[in-house]
C-alpha cells in the first residue's frame, strides 16, 4: 500500500512538475526592430513603397502553442515602421482560397479568416488593444483595460480616429473555383489614437512597446479553427500580453 505523503509526492511530480517545466522551456518572446521612415506610406494594401524595403520581415508565424504544434500550412510574415504621426503594419498572407463574409465594422471579425493585431505600448498597465481586418477591409478594433482572466471586458466603444487600412488580393476574392496566392494588409495606426483612453507618449529612437500578431484560418468542413501567430503564446489565447513580442523603436 502506498502511503499516503508518497502519493502526495506522486501527484506533485505527475502534474505540477510538468506544468513548470513547460512554463520553463517556453521560449522567450521575440523582438521587432521598427525604423523610422522619413516618407508617408501609401495606404494601398500592395507593399510597393519603397519605404518598405528597409523593413524587415517578421519571421513566420507558427502555432499559437509553439513549435510543438504542426507547422502551418499557410505562410504570414509581417512588418513594421513608424514616423511622426503612424505606426505601419504590412503582413502578407499566403491563401490558396481567399473568402471573406463580414462587413459590418466591428463585427466579430475571427469568424472569418483574418489578421490580428496586439498592441500594449505601456508597460506598467494592464491595458492594450486590438484590432482584427479580413479580406473585406472589415476591421473591428476595441481596448481592454485588463486580460479577460483578470476580469477584463472589451471596450467596443473605442474606435481608431483617422485609421488607415487597405487590402490586397493576389487573386479572386469568394471564387474557390480558381486558386488565389494570398492577400496583403496594409495599416496605419494613427499614433494619437491610443491617447484617447490613457495618456500614452508617442514612440522615441528606444522606446518598447509590445506586440503580437495572429492569423485566424478556417478549414472547410472543421469547427475548430486554427492559430498562427508572430510570438508564440504556449497556450491557445492572445490575452496574455506577457507573451507578446518586444516593438523595439529605432
Not at 52 to 58: F, G, S
Amino acid at each position: 500500500m502506498i502511503s499516503s505523503p508518497t502519493r502526495l509526492l506522486t501527484f506533485l511530480c505527475l502534474v505540477i512538475a510538468p506544468a513548470l517545466f513547460a512554463q520553463k522551456t517556453l521560449p522567450q518572446p521575440l523582438s521587432y526592430d521598427c525604423h523610422r521612415t522619413a516618407t508617408p506610406i501609401v495606404i494601398d494594401g500592395k507593399l510597393d513603397d519603397p519605404a518598405w524595403n528597409q523593413a524587415p520581415w517578421t519571421s513566420d508565424f507558427v502555432d499559437i502553442e509553439g513549435s510543438s504544434k504542426p507547422t502551418p500550412r499557410f505562410r504570414t510574415r509581417a512588418k513594421m515602421l513608424y514616423d511622426d504621426k503612424y505606426l505601419y503594419i504590412a503582413a502578407e498572407l499566403e491563401e490558396p482560397n481567399v473568402t471573406a463574409t463580414l462587413t459590418q465594422h466591428d463585427s466579430v471579425i475571427f469568424k472569418d479568416n483574418d489578421f490580428e493585431v496586439f498592441i500594449k505600448p505601456l508597460p506598467d498597465t494592464a491595458s492594450y488593444y486590438e484590432f482584427e481586418i479580413n479580406a473585406l477591409n472589415t476591421g473591428w478594433d476595441l481596448f481592454l483595460s485588463k486580460p479577460y482572466n483578470q476580469g477584463g471586458k472589451a471596450d467596443n466603444s473605442w474606435d481608431i480616429i483617422g485609421l488607415k487600412t487597405a487590402i490586397a488580393v493576389q487573386g479572386t476574392l469568394n471564387h474557390p473555383s480558381d486558386k488565389d496566392h494570398g492577400w496583403t494588409v496594409e495599416i496605419a495606426y494613427p499614433l494619437t489614437a491610443f491617447n484617447s483612453r490613457q495618456a500614452v507618449p508617442p514612440p522615441q529612437p528606444g522606446t518598447t512597446w509590445r506586440i503580437n500578431f495572429s492569423r485566424v484560418e478556417w478549414k472547410p468542413g472543421n469547427p475548430v479553427e486554427d492559430n498562427w501567430v508572430w510570438s508564440p503564446q504556449g497556450v491557445i489565447n492572445m490575452h496574455v500580453p506577457e507573451r507578446w513580442g518586444y516593438l523595439q523603436f529605432r
